[in-house]
């Protein structure tokens, strides 16, 4: 990826078409455009998610993950082009398994919530998965490796641990959904 940015105003997308990585011009509503700013969107949540307090092997994660993401969008951003290693996402694999090794079995649904961090968090799962179908909306038009859509994938179920490691912090616990089932003969 040699080409890099020296001027922001370009006024080349003012028409509605933006220049892919290997120099074609595509609508801003393509289903690429589309999966790289939902890329971009999730890099930039884990961004926010970073400004918090969090334990130094979480923050060294979500940092590599950052640069992977940034990986994976230069590949989205050039069609038939390679950038994210299938060990990015064994990385993500071996990263699940480690914190989801801390957790106590759910017993029930958690609501998106709890502590700061860990509500970051839980928003950067939905847009991990946002992201991911994009991706395989993407790759049912065109042709995309297999890489980007498993990593989002296991992005977002590492979101969801690393929620709950987070909502752990200083002796918290993840929030619960207290089901409403009807009582019988309770109208329906």
Not at 48 to 58: N, T
Not at 89 to 111: C, G, K, M, S, Y
Request: hydrophobic share 40%.
């Amino acid at each position: 990826m040699g080409n890099r940015l020296t001027q922001i105003a370009t006024r080349t997308g003012d028409a509605g078409t933006t220049g892919l990585g290997d120099n074609t011009r595509v609508s801003k509503d393509s289903l690429r455009v589309h999966a790289m700013g939902d890329v971009d969107e999730l890099n930039s949540h884990i961004g926010l998610l970073l400004c918090e307090a969090l334990p130094p092997d979480v923050r060294a994660l979500l940092v590599e993950i950052q640069h992977q993401l940034f990986n994976l969008g230069g590949e989205l951003s050039i069609p038939g082009y390679e950038l994210l290693k299938p060990e990015a996402v064994a990385a993500l694999d071996a990263a699940l398994a480690e914190h989801n090794a801390t957790l106590p079995r759910l017993q029930e649904f958690i609501l998106p919530a709890g502590n700061r961090a860990a509500s970051q968090a839980h928003v950067c799962r939905t847009v991990a998965r946002r992201a991911e179908r994009a991706v395989v909306a993407l790759g049912q038009a065109e042709p995309v490796n297999d890489a980007p859509r498993q990593y989002l994938n296991r992005l977002s179920d590492l979101m969801f641990v690393l929620a709950r490691v987070l909502n752990r912090m200083n002796g918290g616990d993840d929030v619960y959904w207290k089901s409403q089932r009807l009582q019988q003969g309770d109208a329906a």
